[in-house]
């Protein structure tokens, strides 16, 4: 836990957390971390980018580069388990459904040895649906934005 500005402590969570949070699993679990959490507020994740993702094989061979697509679904798992650890482990493991990818843009591509800083903040909220503005930084400069929107939903599947 750490302080904010403010004087309000702030959560974290460790990749342990995130795989309660979530029902994500290698090879699409995109976040390694949780911090800065200030309830359903507004957190920021860390994906740290290594050469052994499965993804570089493809994308590109000789010029590897994180696909953006993966970038936004990293930030809508940042959103999701801010949300869901918000909201406390009797929602752990529910399903986040995407709904929208509003004012989405890229700037630089991600590469390996990036470590990766998906910063969001609630937008607005209307259970079971919330949006968020997500930014995604590398060395403190924005690669991507975009306002997710997704939906919790009651039940998992199996």
């Not at 050469?51 to 970038?71: A, K």
Request: hydrophobic share 45%; glycine share 10%; net charge neutral.
């Amino acid at each position: 836990m750490a302080d904010s500005a403010e004087g309000k402590v702030l959560g974290t969570a460790d990749i342990n957390r995130i795989m309660k949070l979530l029902p994500h699993r290698y090879p699409f679990l995109l976040i390694d971390r949780l911090v800065d959490l200030d309830g359903e507020e507004s957190g920021t994740a860390i994906k740290n980018v290594t050469i052994n993702e499965p993804f570089f094989q493809g994308h590109f061979p000789g010029r590897p580069v994180m696909p953006g697509v993966l970038l936004v679904e990293a930030m809508a798992q940042t959103a999701g388990a801010l949300v869901l650890n918000h909201l406390g482990d009797a929602h752990a493991g529910k399903l986040v459904f995407f709904m929208s990818i509003d004012k989405c843009r890229f700037r630089k591509p991600v590469e390996p040895g990036d470590q990766v800083r998906f910063h969001v903040k609630l937008s607005n909220k209307r259970p079971p649906v919330w949006k968020y503005w997500a930014e995604a930084h590398v060395d403190g400069k924005k690669v991507a934005e975009a306002e997710i929107g997704a939906m919790l939903m009651n039940e998992r599947g199996g």
